[in-house]
């Protein structure tokens, strides 16, 4: 028997319901730190002639329009969740062999790369571990859906560390890609930048998908007598979601970080419409704000480092309207020059690293070993920032005036039908 098929057999004699200790690789879907050789081997053989995969990989993606993830009833109820994971057994398989058969188009040096033949790996198996769960039959019952419910908690947290192994599987393997194309730097990066855009939007769109499923189960869970539900949050979606709140919150968070390095971080200062709420899936956007913050703050600290002054506040304008909403993150960090503004949509593209003798922030960076990375150098922050925002139906626009500092011009359609568009999920 092969080990896939062992693992998926395993999950469901346990019902999935080991104990969340997964760090410790005791969960249902383990055997692969004990058996990590063999089951690649399988694995990469499963790769090549499964056909369910190949079937599954045939079919479109069934895709949410956002505004409908609001129509579940204002206290999502027990048959709701027998829904959603009905939908969630049938549709992950789709949308997860659609990601094998973009790891199948690299290049095979690329997908040989350890990091990013860990994650095919990974999506192999929850590919199969989903696809047999309850035999591959529908969830009818409560109990089977608690079980669902628990397994995509233990795969969500597997696939926790998708965004950094294939980081660092395509910034090791810049080399061979860019052998295979006899040198040509376009070709090289127009390969990652459509494999990467591709598979992080469609995670993003899986994770969402999940998460919502996993927060509305919590919600029911709560719906007893003695517990009035949260009445502005149905799964993943904020019916009063104020965006102020948030980016308060996150600038708050970087500041906080930046204060290891520097004695007093800038400012933000919050103007327009601060008031303004309505209904909204924060996960993506809370992404998109904290890839940007840090940026800000980072070229501000490092523009006026050596400046007894205060520094410039960051200043952030809100104008919500009908159709959609932008959000204007402007800070004085002395801008770009048109050299780096070409490549900042670029995957791996950062200044955070080698700037030795620089005496900037690059080097306050370097040396510090705690949260280093949690503010820049792994160069993504941009790239995925903007991918994120196409696929929230949206756009993520920079303009930058060298010497002086850069505006960052965030914006997104409402998920209000009322209100016209809302983007699929
Ligand atoms: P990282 O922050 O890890 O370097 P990003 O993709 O977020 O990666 O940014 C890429 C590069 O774009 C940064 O290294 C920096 O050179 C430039 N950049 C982004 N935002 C700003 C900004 N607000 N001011 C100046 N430079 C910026
Ligand atoms: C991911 O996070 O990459 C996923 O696809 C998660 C999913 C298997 C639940």
């Known amino acids: 028997m092969s080990l896939i098929k062992n693992v998926a057999q395993q999950a469901r004699r346990t019902n999935v319901v080991a104990s969340k200790a997964s760090s410790s690789g005791v969960y249902p879907l383990g055997g692969y730190n004990e058996n990590k050789a063999q089951l690649r081997r399988e694995t990469t053989a499963q790769y090549y002639r499964d056909h369910d995969i190949h079937h599954a990989a045939k079919k479109d993606s069934v895709r949410l329009k956002a505004a409908a993830l609001l129509f579940t009833g204002r206290i999502p109820s027990n048959i709701d969740l027998i829904r959603s994971a009905q939908y969630l057994q049938s549709e992950l398989p789709v949308r997860i062999a659609h990601r094998i058969k973009g790891f199948r188009s690299l290049p095979f040096i690329v997908v040989t790369n350890p990091h990013i033949l860990k994650v095919m790996e990974q999506y192999i198996r929850s590919f199969k571990v989903i696809s047999n769960f309850n035999d591959g039959r529908m969830v009818k019952t409560q109990d089977k859906v608690d079980d669902f419910t628990h397994l995509l908690e233990i795969l969500l947290d597997e696939h926790g560390s998708v965004i950094d192994d294939l980081t660092q599987g395509f910034s090791s393997c810049h080399d061979h890609i860019l052998e295979i194309f006899d040198g040509d730097e376009e070709k090289t990066h127009d390969l990652v930048q459509s494999f990467l855009d591709k598979t992080l939007t469609s995670r993003l769109g899986i994770r969402l998908l999940a998460q919502h499923h996993l927060l509305l189960k919590d919600q029911i869970g709560q719906n007893s007598k003695y517990f009035i539900p949260k009445r502005d949050r149905i799964g993943i ?20 970080s930046w204060m290891f390095h520097c004695d007093n971080p800038p400012r933000v200062k919050l103007n327009g419409h601060t008031e303004a709420e309505f209904p909204y899936i924060p996960i993506g956007v809370d992404y998109i704000l904290q890839e940007v913050f840090k940026n800000a703050f980072r070229a501000v600290i490092e523009a006026h480092a050596n400046s007894a002054r205060q520094m410039p506040p960051i200043d952030v304008t809100i104008a919500v309207n009908r159709e959609d909403f932008t ?3 402007a800070d004085r960090g002395k801008g770009m020059k048109s050299d780096v503004i070409d490549k900042i949509w670029r995957y791996h593209f950062t200044t955070a690293r080698g700037r030795q003798g620089y005496g900037g922030v690059g080097d306050l960076l370097s040396m510090a070993n705690s949260n280093e990375k949690e503010l820049a150098g792994y160069g993504i922050g941009l790239p995925i920032s903007k991918a994120y925002a196409e696929y929230l139906g949206g756009k993520l626009e920079i303009k930058s005036m060298s010497g002086i500092g850069t505006d960052v011009y965030l914006t997104l359609k409402h998920i209000d039908p009322h209100k016209g568009h809302s983007f699929r999920i």
């Open 327 to 329: 959000i204007r993150i």
């Open 237 to 256: 979606v904020e019916s009063r979601w104020k965006p102020a709140k948030d980016i308060e919150a996150i600038a708050r968070k970087i500041r906080e």
